[in-house]
């Protein structure tokens, strides 16, 4: 059974026919880099625009990959929330324009689902099936949760970011510094060369749910340390070649980054994964979990996934290979399989849902 995924939700136009839940035949990814990077964040108005623009080429590129026309489908899968609401409806419209003219069932997919579900999808590709319940922490610019999986796909939420979700504070406090958007990447490459012992951040103590996260004051403590310093100069010669220079590599990026900036970038990178990894940790003892899934785009995160291999938890820690890290159609495709299974259809009245949440 072969399931045509849709994902519009944020900043990336994408296309994907998945079979069986679990073989990719084809993935494809328009990325509006280019048009948000000069602005340092995604512009709403333009990404509905860049959508429309794609919709119709990443489809017909997906279908097309997969070699099999409209008859060869048995759904069409769509992310229908969270997201930018005029993003989604580009994705969602066409869906559902597709479904109507050529007779196949809609399935609506939380984003957040399919998060989880690139993880799922290649447990079983390997013939290592995740083991239930698993502790889902999803780590991206958007959401920072931590999801009870149960047999069946049965979530429960048991914690989240109450302010920045991680993604977004790598992204802030890159571009306070100078770097491109997005910056999560970008103080990846960099975090190696620095010392992340150097700058002790307090880590944030939760009143109420102790598996909640923050990163607003970490984001604060960053902004003061820059505050006490004159980094005016390096800063502007980041912003120049970032001016010249759309995708600067490593060495130009470490040529324009002296040793204790290095410094702050390895210490709020190290931060951040230890926050992330305690909770997740302790989260997962609470439910017994079999296994923590970690998936969203910070899930590329070297460091944090070098720093979860060295905790030798007793249960497996499984991360999405890159590609399926950062927003996919693959895991929209991928999440709706059981649901084709369930019958789990949705009419043309489906509305897009900025805020959907999944439990
Ligand atoms: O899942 P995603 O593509 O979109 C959302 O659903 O938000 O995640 C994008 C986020 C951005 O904030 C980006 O900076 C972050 O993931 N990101 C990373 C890395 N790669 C992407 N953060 C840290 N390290 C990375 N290697
Ligand atoms: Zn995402």
Known sequence: MRILGIESSCDETAAAVVEDGVRILSSVVASQLSTHGKYGGVVPELASREHLRAIVP???TALEQAGGGYDTLSAVAV?????LVGSLLVGMTYAKALCFAHKLPLIAVNHIEGHIHAVVMEASQRGEPVGYPALALVVSGGHTHLFEVREGFHYRLLGKTRDDAAGEAFDKVAKLLGYSYPGGPIIDMLAPHGDPG???FTLAKMK???LDFSFSGLKTAVLRWTEQRDLSAEVQARRALQRTNAYPTVEQWLALTPKPTLD???SFQRTVITELLRRAVACAEQIQARCLVVSGGVACNSGLRTAAEALRLPYPVLFPSPGLSTDNAAMIAAAA???LKRAEFSD????ARANLTLA
């Open 79 to 83: 992310t229908s929330g969270p997201g």
């Open 198 to 200: 150097a700058i002790r």
């Open 264 to 266: 702050l970038l390895a």
């Open 337 to 339: 399989f059981p649901k």
């Open 58 to 60: 990443v489809v017909t």
């Open 208 to 210: 109420g749910n102790a």
């Open 348 to 351: 043309y009245t489906l509305a």
